[in-house]
């Protein structure tokens, strides 16, 4: 079955041009894809097959976008042509940035000077345009308003650039991932996307929110609902898993900037194709009855928005792999709820000082399973999380930071105790009688016989689908990427990455965990491709279809 919606032809849009197509014959298709534009109205948004495979490999699509998390549905809300306006009652509280907003309120923010708007804005991205599109949907959120977004939504279809979203599970990305007792660190509006108040899809749902902060499970829903209600669907591919992305175009400009010994008239041919296969797209799909169906696509562009909790970070040490360690935090709720642990009186070994080790803490806590935590900072390192997040919001993480701090180990502790914590300690080893070796800064050692065992001690992406796993891309290129220390190198406002053009990434790969400011990622992309889209329709306006510049 093809990918693209047959009834409407739509596949010859999309195609590949191949070198014995004549300039005439890409003209005439691009007048087709963009209709809207040279004068004919464009009937329908164009149509992937909902439930197709991606099994037609001869088409090559201007996106492709690899995640299909909260980044990945915002940058397809906004591939798909909503654009965000001034509304017309709205004043930001900053006067600076409502003045800019008021000279240009006619154009959509995507057809805006980003640069400009965001000039002087200070927030917790270290990108200017997260920190922008921020303080647009939740102005002065930090100061702790709750002000409405100063911007409303329209859809233009003419904007709708055509691309596919692919992720490995249904869309929402990490949110379908997380344990279901927890609370959200963030306040429920903060992790909507634009265009669907968070409050009224709950109170649609006949549900009242009891506090600001809510389960992730909704959050996971929401998403959801949003890509169905915005009409998203079409875009979307759920089960799919991409394990490699190569690149197969590169302009024959040299990085060097040395020109290669092409003709300059083969040069422009090359360059006047509308859709480029720059990048080979492959990997599986996995389908009802469990098996795997292959699949290569072709992209013009493709955007990294994988997110990175895909590679759980390990202690690296002896034992690690025995069957009663995890690495997650999905895996010990699932072992919990399924009882595996219940009526052990061996604790749980809990390693981390982060929020998921301490949702991992409660979780046995709340099971009355007894918990031995172990993590290498002080009680009083400044840097622990706990001492950033304010007791009267977060309750529940304050009671276990104040256990951290007042059961910690001593030679009279009884082990049987609830909990016990074990600070500036790393664990050794793991033995195959379900034993450990803890070792503190002194070099002391102990061991302990345990139920099971939870490392959460943070995640990475998992880049392996690109060249040298992506490390190439990073602002230290003989690291990994990580969300904090390294992430994937962007130009600021259009979110390219500085290594590699044509590719595009957002989200914590770019160092924005929190979904308030991976929004910014979508917009600094659409901006970025519908100027591109713009210069190569004025490109072919201007040599008329007949194939010479
Ligand atoms: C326990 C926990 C609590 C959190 N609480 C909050 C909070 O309160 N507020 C907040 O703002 N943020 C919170 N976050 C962070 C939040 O999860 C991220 O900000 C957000 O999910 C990132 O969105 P994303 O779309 O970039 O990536 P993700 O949501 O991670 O989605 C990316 C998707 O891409 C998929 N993918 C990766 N590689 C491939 C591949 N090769 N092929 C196919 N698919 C692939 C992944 O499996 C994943 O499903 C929390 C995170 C955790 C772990």
């Known amino acids: 079955m ?16 191949s070198d014995t197509e004549t300039e005439g014959e890409i003209f005439n298709s691009l007048v087709q894809y963009f209709g809207d534009n040279l004068g004919q109205k464009v009937k329908a948004m164009p149509l992937v097959e909902e439930t197709s495979l991606l099994e037609d490999s001869s088409v ?9 998390g909260p980044s990945g549905i915002c940058l397809s809300y906004m591939l798909s042509g909503y ?3 001034l509304s017309s009652e709205a004043i930001h509280p900053n006067t600076i940035l409502h003045s800019k907003l008021e000279e240009a309120r006619h154009l959509s923010i995507v057809d805006q000077d980003l640069e400009y708007l965001s000039e002087g804005l200070e927030g917790r991205s270290s990108n200017p345009v997260a920190v922008l599109f921020d303080t647009l949907l939740h102005p002065d959120a930090d100061f702790g308003y709750d002000y409405p977004s100063v911007l409303h939504w329209k859809l233009e279809q003419h904007h709708y650039i055509p691309h596919l979203v692919l992720g490995k599970g249904p869309p929402g990305g990490a949110w379908h991932n997380m344990e279901g007792s927890m609370l959200t660190i963030s306040f429920g509006n903060w992790m909507e996307l634009p265009g669907l108040k968070f409050k009224d899809w709950v109170s649609s749902k006949r549900r009242n929110l009891k506090g600001d902060r809510v389960m992730p499970e909704e959050i996971a829903r929401y998403y959801k609902h949003y890509v169905k209600v915005m009409g998203l669907q079409k875009n979307f591919r759920e089960n799919t898993y991409i394990t490699s992305v190569s690149r197969l175009y590169r302009d024959q400009v040299n990085n060097d900037g040395q020109g290669r010994n092409v003709s300059t008239q083969h040069l422009q041919i090359e360059k006047s194709k509308f859709t480029k296969r720059n990048w080979e797209i492959r990997g599986y799909q996995r389908v009802g009855d469990g098996s795997h169906i292959p699949f290569c696509l072709f992209a013009e562009n493709v955007a990294l928005a994988t997110g990175t909790l895909d590679s759980p970070g390990r202690l690296e040490i002896e034992g690690e792999d025995f069957p009663f360690v995890f690495h997650s935090m999905p895996e010990f709720g699932a072992a919990v709820s399924k009882g595996k642990l219940r009526g052990k009186v061996d604790p749980v070994l809990i390693v981390g000082s982060g929020l998921t080790a301490a949702d991992a803490v409660l979780c046995a806590y709340n099971n009355n399973i007894p918990v031995i935590h172990v993590f290498r900072r002080r009680v009083t390192d400044p840097d622990l999380i706990f001492k950033q997040l304010p007791k009267k919001l977060y309750p529940e993480y304050h009671k276990v930071y104040h256990m951290m701090c007042t059961q910690s180990y001593s030679l009279d502790s009884n082990l049987l105790s609830d909990y016990t914590s074990f ?6 080893a793991f033995k195959s009688d379900m034993k450990c070796i803890l070792q503190n800064i002194s070099g002391l050692k102990k061991i302990f016989k345990l139920s099971a065992a939870v490392v959460l001690i943070g995640s990475h992406p998992n880049l392996s689908f690109l060249k040298e796993q992506g490390r190439y891309l990073g602002h230290n290129s003989s690291l990994p ?8 190198e962007i130009d600021a406002y259009t979110y ?3 290594k590699e053009a044509n590719l595009f990434a957002l989200g914590p790969l770019v160092g924005d965990n929190f ?3 991976l929004k910014g990622g979508a917009l600094g992309v659409t901006r970025c491709l519908a100027i591109r889209q713009k210069k190569k329709k004025h490109l072919f306006v201007e040599r008329g279809g007949d194939g010479m510049v």
């Open 2 to 17: 093809p990918v693209w919606c047959c009834r409407c032809s739509l596949a010859a849009h999309f195609r590949n041009y």
């Open 496 to 498: 390219e990455c500085v």
């Open 83 to 85: 654009r965000p306006y």
């Open 515 to 517: 979904v308030r400011f």
């Open 60 to 68: 090559t699509l201007p996106v492709v976008v690899i995640g299909n």
């Open 481 to 488: 990427i990580t969300c904090k220390g390294n992430p994937v």
């Open 423 to 428: 600070p500036e300690h790393h664990v050794l």
